[in-house]
């Protein structure tokens, strides 16, 4: 790196045009696992596969889905993806409000099944324009933003009809979804630890 010097102090001081240029490592295979070893614990209990996963998630939720994932999305921004900055920061921010409602359990009580439906649904047409937007990237990433939508838009008709099996579709369906988000960080940080595309990631041609 090229610094600049004082010759009078003989200090030391990094051009803030060259910091600038400083490349920062790709955040998105840790904001994919965060993302998606949260959902699938989640998932357990929804889909009644493991109904103390909901009580281990809460840690998970904070610490995990919500704080590292918030901090890749801001990594993601240093690095002027505003894609990835802004769908890192918002599910870190979706489940650090989680994590909230997991430890106020009168909130859940006061908002109550239509409450829960409304924050499942705004959270629906938020990830179904980041799908569109997600077209562009790649087929990796698209699927996953596709079974996302998917999976909130079941979970909050679950949570207005306060239909069980609906609500428990919609656990199977997130667990797809924390699947093929995996599926999308492993391919990630394999391929450039390899330093070749060892999974493939299908790259969209849409605006190329």
Do not use: C
Request: hydrophobic letters at 55%.
């Amino acid at each position: 790196m090229t610094v600049l010097t004082d010759r009078n102090t003989d200090s030391v001081t990094v051009s803030p045009t060259i910091l600038a240029r400083v490349p920062f490592g790709d955040p998105g295979a840790l904001g994919l696992a965060a993302f998606a070893l949260t959902t699938f614990m989640l998932s357990l209990t929804n889909a009644h596969i493991i109904i103390g996963a909901e009580a281990a998630v809460v840690g998970l939720a904070l610490f995990y889905g919500g704080i590292a994932q918030v901090i890749a999305g801001l990594w993601e921004f240093a690095n002027n993806n505003a894609f990835g900055g802004t769908a890192f920061v918002s599910y870190g921010a979706f489940w650090l409000s989680f994590w909230w409602l997991l430890t106020h359990p009168e909130a859940i009580k006061a908002a109550g099944p239509a409450g829960i439906g409304a924050y499942l649904l705004v959270w629906a047409i938020f990830t179904a324009y980041m799908t569109i937007a997600s077209l562009a990237t790649n087929g990796a990433i698209a699927a996953v933003f596709i079974a996302l939508t998917i999976t909130f838009f079941t979970l909050a008709t679950g949570a207005f009809t306060g239909t069980a099996a609906i609500s428990q579709l919609g656990g199977w369906l997130g667990l797809a979804t924390a699947l093929l988000a995996w599926y999308a960080s492993a391919a990630s940080i394999i391929n450039a630890t390899w330093k070749r595309p060892v999974l493939p990631v299908f790259p969209s041609r849409i605006g190329n």
